[in-house]
């Protein structure tokens, strides 16, 4: 471990440590900082890494061959003896091999995400002795996964990067984390400073999850000239993908505009047009769009394609300016929560 790493678990945080200790036991670290799982970054050196300087992160299973992912596991099993979490994506085509995997290596956490998992799928893990942890992009999700089994939620708003939903977190906040009292609920989305942690904290948040900012850690495995791109955005330039017609469904994702960006709504304008002149058929146009994005992701991120990769970034790329170690980006989280924690405790008390 480094010398930043110790730093951070030797922080004297008293203020932040007595509010987020749900979170922080729950999860069996120091601090409740979530390192969310993205495809191609949340490799196990990163996710050691922040475990290591005493945060929470997640391998991004996506839909990798289950004997890498298997191989993963293990690897970040030999670089720390921290709690970690396994993210599966129910829609992902290998995903039925890596909830066997998880379940006969008994990982601590499981984090489902893509769509809903199955109530049985949820008891098959908790059964084999780990947690589960289920996203909320809606009220209504958030209670069928609660009726599931779940241990956690992570709410996540829309301001969040890669597959998000249509509720901004402010809302979610409203309508599940004041109502939930149950199971730790963990919420991201557009977050990126230890101030912001400090309040959604004092709303009952058990804990905060953040993508961006780790993506261009330091650690992070992210081609140079992704990161750069990151370094230089602004929040309004992580869009959502649009949808044009109801015929060809899009599932929405935040990303930085590029030309990939612009070349897909080219795409589905274009495919609109066939449709309307009865020269494509809706199964055949749909596929094209599925397709579109393919591989995309691993252009961006491994082979530093800016232009016509996907740059899947939430709105708080807009307060990322720097290039940082993840222990740094950690004591930052945890010293500005507890700056802002003792700046409240000093009004209320005044």
Request: hydrophobic content about 45%; charged content about 20%.
């Amino acid at each position: 471990m480094s010398a930043l790493g110790i730093a951070s678990l030797q922080m004297d945080t008293p203020l932040l440590d007595r509010i987020a200790k749900q979170g922080s036991d729950f999860l069996g670290v120091r601090f409740p900082f979530i390192c969310g799982a993205m495809t191609w970054v949340s490799e196990p050196h990163l996710v050691a890494a922040v475990a290591n300087a005493g945060g929470f992160a997640c391998l991004a299973g996506g839909n990798m061959p289950v004997e890498v992912l298997r191989e993963q596991i293990e690897q970040t099993r030999n670089l720390t003896d921290k709690p970690f979490g396994v993210n599966l994506i129910t829609i992902a085509p290998a995903y039925r091999s890596h909830l066997d995997l998880v379940t006969d290596l008994r990982v601590p956490f499981v984090i489902f995400a893509g769509n809903f998992p199955r109530r049985s799928e949820v008891e098959k893990v908790r059964s084999a002795g780990s947690k589960v942890m289920c996203f909320a992009s809606t009220h209504s999700i958030a209670k069928r996964m609660l009726d599931y089994g779940a241990d956690a939620l992570i709410l996540e708003g829309m301001e969040a990067g890669g597959h998000v939903g249509r509720v901004t977190l402010v809302i979610l906040l409203q309508q599940v984390l004041f109502e939930v009292t149950e199971v730790p609920v963990f919420v991201a989305g557009g977050i990126a400073t230890g101030r912001m942690c400090a309040h959604l904290f004092m709303m009952g948040a058990a804990g905060i999850q953040f993508g961006t900012i780790f993506a261009i850690s330091k650690e992070s495995r992210a081609h140079p000239r992704f990161k750069q791109y990151f370094l230089r955005a602004n929040a309004r330039d992580a869009v959502a993908t649009p949808q044009f017609d109801s015929r060809l469904p899009v599932v929405a994702v935040r990303a930085l505009r590029n030309r990939a960006t612009e070349d897909f709504g080219k795409l589905q304008l274009e495919l609109i047009k066939l449709l309307d002149e009865g020269r494509i058929s809706r199964d055949e146009a749909q596929q094209r769009v599925e397709e579109f994005w393919m591989g995309r992701l691993q252009q961006a991120v491994i082979d530093g394609d800016i232009e016509h990769g996907s740059l899947m970034a939430g709105q708080s790329v807009g307060l990322v300016n720097a290039e940082r170690s993840v222990a740094e980006i950690i004591e930052t989280l945890a010293a500005d929560t507890e700056r802002e924690l003792r700046r409240m405790q000093e009004l209320l008390q005044s």
